[in-house]
C-alpha cells in the first residue's frame, strides 16, 4: 500500500500557532528570524524538536537539547487520531493551498538517479546532508515532516475525494512569522481517498509511458533521511513516513525559480572564468549588482547544470560562498553575483523527470519562503 490514509497521526493540542513553525531549511542565512521566532512561541512548540540549518554549526548542543526538550514534552501535548488530515492553508501572499497529510510507504520511494519507484526525488539529493538529519530523527520517538509530495493529478481526483469527505476539525488558527492561516480537517472514512491514489497510478502510464505516484516537491533530503533509517533500522513504524500531498495543478502551487548568489574574492577573475566556462545560445542576466549579459545553454536545465558545475569547481579552487536564492531582489545583493535562473513550468515537471532523471538542486521553489510547509502534524516512530 503505498499511501496509508489510516494510520495514527498526532495533532498538537492548543492554538496550532503556538506550535507551528517553518520548514527547518528556510531563512537559512536568517538567525534574527529563527530567533525572534524563540522569542514569540511558547516552550514546547515545535521549535523545540528541530534543528534549523542556519544553526548546523551548533548540531551536537542543538541534538541534546532536542533530547530534553522531548523528554519534557507533556503527555497532553499532542492528541492521537487515525486517519487523513485535509490541509487547507491561505497563505501571506493571497494564496491557497490544498493537500491530505497521510503515510507512505518507504519501499515505494527512492531518490538514487534512474530509479522507476512509484514515489521519486525530483532534485539530486546529496548523500552528505544524510547523517545530520539522521541523528536529528534518531534523537526523537516521532517525526515532525515538512515534506511535501506533487501528484500529476490533472482530474483533481484525490483533493476531489478529500472534499466531497466528511471531516471533523482537528486545528483551524493563524501562523506565526507571515505563514498566513492553516485548517486541518480529519477524514476517517477513507476508501474514495484510497481509489483516487490507484486512479494517479493507472493514469500515468497513459500520460507518461511509466507508473508514478508521485514526485518529492518539498523537503526531499528528509524523506531521504527516513529512507536510511527504514533500510538501516528497521522496525514496523520506521517503514512509513508522514507527508503532504498536493496536487501540482492546485492553483495555491507556485513554482518559483531559484538563483545563485556567489560571494568571491577577486571579482574579475570570476567573471572572465563564468563567460569562459558557461557558453550557449540563450542569455541569462547576472547583477554585479548592475546587470550583465552572459551566454547559458537554451535548455533550462541544462543552463542550471552548467553555471552550477562552474560555481561549485571555481568556490572549491578559488574560495567563496553559494547561496540559493529566490525573488529580483535577492538577486541584488551588493558585494556578490547574483545569477539569474530561470524556472521550470509546473506542466513540465513530471514529463522532464521521468525522462531525463533527477533535476540539479535547488531548481525550484513551491512559492516563497513563508509559504512553505509548517511543522504540525506528527508520527510515533521508532529505533531499535
Known amino acids: 500500500m503505498t499511501v496509508d490514509f489510516d494510520g495514527e497521526i498526532l495533532i498538537p493540542t492548543g492554538d496550532v500557532g503556538d506550535f507551528a513553525v517553518i520548514a ?11 530567533n525572534t521566532l524563540a522569542g514569540e512561541l511558547p516552550r514546547f512548540s515545535a521549535l523545540d524538536l528541530i534543528l534549523p540549518e542556519c544553526f548546523l554549526n551548533e548540531s551536537e548542543s542543538r541534538v541534546a537539547a532536542i533530547k530534553r526538550a522531548r523528554v519534557a514534552l507533556p503527555d497532553d501535548r499532542f492528541k492521537a487520531y487515525n486517519g487523513a488530515v485535509y490541509v487547507t492553508r491561505t497563505t501571506s501572499y493571497g494564496r491557497v493551498r490544498h493537500g491530505v497529510v497521510a503515510s507512505v510507504d518507504l519501499s515505494d520511494y527512492e531518490y538514487k538517479p534512474g530509479n522507476r519507484a512509484l514515489i521519486r526525488a525530483s532534485e539530486r539529493t546529496i548523500e552528505s546532508r544524510i547523517p545530520p538529519r539522521v541523528k536529528i530523527r534518531e534523537a526523537l520517538d516521532i517525526e515532525l515532516p515538512h515534506i511535501m509530495l506533487l501528484v500529476d493529478d490533472r482530474d483533481n481526483v484525490l483533493m476531489h475525494a478529500c472534499e466531497t469527505a466528511q471531516k471533523t476539525t482537528v486545528y483551524d488558527g493563524a501562523l506565526k512569522a507571515g505563514g ?14 484510497y481509489k483516487a491514489v490507484d486512479t494517479i497510478i493507472e493514469s500515468s502510464y497513459e500520460k507518461f509511458g511509466d507508473r508514478i505516484f508521485a514526485l518529492v516537491g518539498d523537503g526531499n533530503h528528509s524523506l531521504a533521511t527516513a529512507k536510511y533509517c527504514a533500510e538501516h533500522e528497521p522496525t514496523p513504524l520506521n517503514g512509513k513516513a508522514l507527508v503532504e500531498i498536493v496536487n501540482i495543478y492546485d492553483d495555491g502551487i507556485v513554482f518559483e525559480p531559484i538563483h545563485r548568489l556567489v560571494g568571491v574574492d577577486d571579482p574579475v577573475m570570476f567573471m572572465d572564468s563564468l563567460r569562459s566556462a558557461v557558453k550557449g545560445d540563450a542569455v541569462t542576466t547576472v547583477y554585479a549588482p548592475d546587470p550583465i549579459e552572459i551566454c547559458v545553454p537554451s535548455d533550462k536545465i541544462e543552463a542550471i547544470r552548467a553555471v552550477d558545475d562552474f560555481c561549485e569547481t571555481y568556490v572549491k579552487h578559488f574560495g567563496g560562498s553559494i547561496e540559493y ?8 545583493k551588493r558585494g556578490y553575483f547574483g545569477i539569474e535562473m530561470r524556472g521550470l513550468e509546473k506542466s513540465e515537471l513530471f514529463g522532464y523527470v521521468i525522462k531525463n532523471g533527477v533535476l540539479p538542486k535547488k531548481t525550484f521553489s513551491l512559492g516563497e519562503a513563508e509559504e512553505k510547509r509548517y511543522y504540525i502534524e506528527a508520527r510515533k516512530i521508532d529505533f531499535t
Open 325 to 332: 536564492v529566490h525573488g529580483a531582489d535577492a538577486l541584488k
Open 180 to 193: 498566513g492561516h492553516i485548517k486541518g480537517e480529519l477524514i476517517t472514512e477513507t476508501d474514495a481517498l
Open 24 to 34: 527547518c531549511d528556510q531563512f537559512a542565512a536568517d538567525m534574527d528570524y529563527w
